[in-house]
């Protein structure tokens, strides 16, 4: 069996879960190299799985001409240059939402793609692969509900991770960017169309140390589409009960809720406290099999040279919109686009 040779730079909080999911769980994929520039990391990974080679530095990696693909989870800031030299290196490349930080260095990595068309480009808006979201897709696309109107996605990180939220929110770029994107690229995947109108509005409800980054710890967002269908966005850092992500599509003829209870399993506690389903307590744990099926799919597409359907296109898009967002709430204005 032909085995994909993929080097990771990032071993960060998702970066070592996608390593250990190259390592294992997918088997036409290799994990030949690790990369960060934290070393203790790169050794651990090493040490623990026997990988053959570790780097501190990223262009050293890119000068393995032993890999077939590089995987991108390091900082927001650092996706779109390091797609951009990846590509131009001649490897096949798959990198972490979001596409870039600014629309700017987006556009470069349209240009980097562009000019490397032999070579797979794959973005990680792993939610299209979570088998709930490819069945309502599936659904919808029958016609199940009729014509689908109102997109409504909730993405809220657990109030227990805030220390964590409040170091990274100076890099974050923000709820809409880095929380809400989700949302964003599946109400353009729901709804069919381009977000043509935004407002926006949030605050620090709870934690003032958001506003030095003109970001607020809850944030929700009204969109309108040019197909004339609706979008409403909800994201924050203040769920009590664990990592709530939950979303609602409503057509002329019915209604689909992915998640409405974001519970764990189906295991139901009956108590003192009354009946209770229990949540996921974070996107690892949410989100476990979809990251396996799109990297399963990253190594399909490069064994059978076929396009991956999220493209360069729906990260710059999104990061629009994220950004359109992110001025209508800081400027409390709607936003045309
Ligand atoms: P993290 O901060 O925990 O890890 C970042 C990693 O990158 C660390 O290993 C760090 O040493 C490494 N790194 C930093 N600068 C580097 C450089 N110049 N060269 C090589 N390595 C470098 O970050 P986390 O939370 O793992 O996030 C990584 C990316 O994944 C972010 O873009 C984030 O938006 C995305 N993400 C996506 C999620 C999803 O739902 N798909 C969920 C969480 C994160």
Same mark, same amino acid.
């Given at each position: 069996m032909k085995k994909v040779k993929i080097g990771i730079v990032g071993l960060g909080r998702l970066g070592i879960k996608h390593a250990e999911n190259i390592a294992f769980k997918v088997p036409n994929a290799e994990l030949t190299a690790v990369c960060s520039t934290v070393e203790e990391e790169v050794h651990n990974a090493q040490k623990s799985w026997g990988i053959k080679y570790g780097y501190t530095n990223y262009k050293d990696m890119l000068e393995n001409k032993e890999l077939d693909a590089i995987f991108i989870a390091s900082p927001s800031g650092l996706h779109c240059e390091?797609?951009?030299?990846? @590509?131009? !290196? %001649?490897?096949?490349?798959?990198?972490?939402?979001?596409l870039g930080v600014t629309v700017e260095e987006c556009k470069r990595a349209e240009k980097a793609v562009e000019r490397n068309a032999d070579k797979i480009?794959?973005?990680?808006?792993?939610?299209?692969?979570?088998p709930s979201y490819r069945y309502a897709k599936e659904k919808i696309d029958e016609g199940a509900i009729g014509k689908p109107i109102m997109f409504r996605g909730y993405s809220v990180d657990p109030e227990s991770c805030i220390e964590g939220s409040i170091r990274f929110a100076a890099?974050?770029?923000g709820q809409f960017i880095d929380m809400a994107i989700h949302d964003i690229d599946l109400a353009?995947?729901?709804?069919?169309?381009?977000?043509?109108?935004?407002?926006?509005?949030g605050g620090c409800y709870a934690y003032p140390q958001f506003a030095e980054h003109h970001d607020g710890d809850t944030v929700a967002a009204l969109m309108q589409f040019e197909n004339d269908t609706m979008a409403f @966005?909800? !994201? %924050?850092?203040?769920?009590?009960?664990?990592y709530n992500v939950?979303?609602?599509i409503v057509g002329t003829k019915g209604t689909i809720r992915i998640a409405a209870v974001p519970q764990k399993n189906l295991v139901e506690v009956i108590d003192t406290n009354g009946v209770r389903?229990?949540?996921?307590?974070?996107?690892?744990?949410r989100f476990e099999e979809s990251f396996v099926i799109e990297l399963q799919e990253f190594v399909n597409c490069i064994l059978e040279n076929r396009k991956p359907e999220i493209t360069v296109y729906d990260g710059?898009?999104?990061?629009?919109?994220?950004?359109?967002?992110?001025?209508?709430?800081r400027e409390n204005k709607l936003v045309r686009l």
């Open positions: 390091q797609i951009e030299q990846a @590509l131009d !290196a %001649g490897y096949h490349v798959f990198s972490e939402k979001p480009f794959m973005l990680g808006f792993m939610r299209r692969f979570d890099i974050s770029g353009r995947w729901f709804l069919n169309s381009e977000a043509k109108s935004i407002f926006a509005v @966005l909800y !994201a %924050g850092k203040l769920a009590q009960h664990g939950e979303t609602e389903k229990e949540c996921s307590q974070n996107f690892l744990e710059t898009k999104s990061t629009v919109i994220a950004y359109a967002a992110t001025e209508a709430f």
